[in-house]
C-alpha cells in the first residue's frame, strides 16, 4: 500500500478539522469541508496537481459542510453523507447565516442509507455508522493503517454534544462502544481538537469510562 500523507486543516469560527488526504499520488480525498476549507484545499490541489475524487461528511452541522458546494463545483468531487442527516441541512443553513458564513446548498451525490466499503486504489475505507450526535454520523475507518475520522463523535477526553437536534445520549453510547472496541492503537482524528487513540480515550476520557463501566456492569453483577 502506498503512503498516506494527511493535511489537517484548521478552519471557521469554531475551528473545526478538515482534513485533506493523498491517497495516492495524483488522488485524494477530502474529509469534511468547513468555513474557509476551498481557498486552502484548491490551492492545495492546483500546486501539487492532485484530483480530489471525494468529499467524505462526517455529519451535516454547518461548520462540518459549509464549503463542501463551492469545492464540488471546482473540482467534481463526489460528495458522500448519510440519508439521516438531509434532514439537517436546512438548520445548517440557518445557523451559517447566524455566523455569516457563506453558503450554497450541498448537492449530495452519494446518499447512504447502510455502512459499506470504499476503495480507492490500493486503499479501503470503512464507512462506520455512528449517530449520536445527529442521526446520520458517520465515522471513515481506514483499517490498513488504523486510523478513524470521527467527526463530532469523539474527541480528546470528551465526546459530541448530543442537545442539538436530532442528537440522542443512548445512540452515542452505542456509537462510542463501536469505536472503542476497535484495536487500542487506532489513531482517532476527531472534528475539533488534537487526534488521539482509542486506548487513551478508554483510559483517560471520563465520559468514555462511564460508558463502558455501564456495559460491563452486569458482568459484575
Known sequence: MNKVELIKLVVGPLRTNTYLLNLQETHSILIDAGPGSFDR???????????????????????????????????????IMHHKDLELIEFAERISQTFRIRWKLPDIDIVLTNEKVLSIG????????????????????????????????????????????????????YSIKRITSLPGYTRIYPGHGPSTTIEEEKRENPYVRAILVERYRHLIM
Open 41 to 79: 484545499v484548491i490551492y492545495y490541489l492546483d500546486r501539487y496537481n492532485v484530483k480530489l475524487k471525494y468529499v467524505l461528511l462526517t455529519h451535516a452541522h454547518f461548520d462540518h459542510i459549509s464549503d463542501v458546494q463551492f469545492i464540488k463545483e471546482v473540482t467534481g468531487a463526489k460528495v
Open 122 to 173: 490500493d486503499i479501503t475505507i470503512n464507512i462506520i455508522h455512528t449517530p449520536g450526535h445527529t442521526p446520520g454520523s458517520i465515522c471513515y475507518y481506514i483499517e490498513d493503517i488504523k486510523w478513524i475520522f470521527t467527526g463530532d463523535t469523539i474527541f480528546k477526553g470528551t465526546i459530541g454534544r448530543v442537545d442539538l437536534p436530532g442528537g440522542s445520549y443512548k445512540d452515542i453510547c
